[in-house]
């Protein structure tokens, strides 16, 4: 918008003035009527003073030509195009044969383990300067497999608590080592259970224990275990059952570790499923370690899709195993943990 001061001796003149100056469409924004001096200040006259604008633009900017693409345009981006394409073609193949290049060149000792479901980083590890034999390939895997044995009654009583996720087989496991010990090692055994939470779980080691005739204990409080135990101080052989808590839920297991506590196990083991995977396994023993378990029990080896990851869980865990587990019948299905028999499973995918 554009405005302008306009003074002349009569609003007429000022009007067309103003038209002159903006346009037909100029408006009156504001009028003013003075005295003008003449004459040396002698004598005055009658003068007029408006304010005038214009609402049309001062500048319209021509019209910019629209870019058209030609048919030259066009040919030249398929072409580019294509050029992308064949390029993305050609890294896709170069990875593709770095990938079978590496795996023609790999050991077949290594080549076999990545196949049993080890990970390619684990299996050149293990296998490190190892010649490629089978029969060295399983002698480095058990290398690297750690068994503590039986359990060792030197010291006295032995008190074994069972900890781990929801569906391992706990309490079975906890039925079976109690039937191991007291009927074929004549050992004097008490079952103490901390899971009353999961309908059922009492009365299941409850018939375990009448036909084993040993003691079944129920802990309902820290203070009740710690009595418990007491209580059966004249015993070789206490298994503490506990309930199964999500690795993901760390008030569960530390309400755990505070009944553990009071119950004072000379050994915690941390049972795992074979079956399960194993990342999950990496989770379980990351999270039971605030329980201080010190041994993994393997669980459900019969069912193991990937013999290759308890190879996985020996060398991430850092633990050493115990026991292992092959089924649902008690007191059978269960066997003291050896290097050996378990780099045999591992490499040949059966006991």
Request: charged share 25%; net charge neutral; glycine share 4%.
């Amino acid at each position: 918008m554009k405005m302008l001061k306009i003074r002349a001796d009569s609003m007429g003149n000022a009007l067309a003035e103003a038209r002159r100056l903006l346009g037909e469409d100029a408006i009156v924004l504001d009028t003013k009527q003075f005295d003008e001096p003449t004459m040396f200040g002698l004598c005055k006259k009658q003068a007029v003073e408006i304010l005038a604008a214009s609402e049309r633009p001062q500048h319209i900017p021509e019209p910019q030509p629209v870019a058209v693409a030609t048919s030259q345009d066009s040919r030249q981006m398929a072409v580019l195009q294509q050029q992308i394409e064949d390029l993305r073609r050609m890294l896709r193949e170069m990875v593709a044969d770095a990938v079978e290049t590496r795996k023609k060149e790999r050991p077949q000792t290594m080549e076999r383990l990545i196949r049993l479901g080890v990970t390619e980083n684990v299996a050149e590890a293990v296998l490190s300067g190892c010649p490629d034999s089978p029969e060295e390939g399983m002698a480095a895997v058990a290398k690297r497999i750690r068994c503590t044995g039986s359990l060792d009654f030197s010291s006295g009583q032995q008190r074994v608590a069972l900890v781990g996720p929801t569906g391992v087989g706990k309490t079975t496991t906890a039925a079976k080592l109690a039937a191991q010990y007291s009927i074929f090692d004549k050992k004097r055994v008490a079952l103490l259970t901390l899971d009353t939470y999961r309908v059922g779980a009492v009365e299941q080691l409850a018939t375990y224990a009448r036909i084993l005739n040993i003691p079944l204990e129920v802990a309902l409080s820290p203070e009740d275990g710690e009595a418990l135990v007491k209580k059966h101080a004249d015993k070789d052989l206490i298994i503490i059952d506990t309930v199964g808590r999500s690795q993901r839920n760390r008030e569960h297991i530390l309400e755990l570790a505070n009944f553990l506590r009071a119950a004072r196990p000379t050994e915690v083991h941390l049972a795992l499923s074979a079956s399960s995977d194993p990342a999950v396994r990496r989770e379980a023993v990351d999270s039971f370690s605030i329980v201080r378990a010190n041994k993994i029990l393997l669980t459900k080896l019969d069912e193991c899709p990937q013999p290759g990851s308890v190879l996985e869980t020996a060398v991430s865990s850092m633990m050493p195993f115990s026991y292992f587990t092959y089924g649902q019948n008690v007191p059978d299905d269960i066997a003291v943990a050896e290097s050996k028999t378990l780099a045999k499973f591992i490499w040949e995918g059966a006991l």
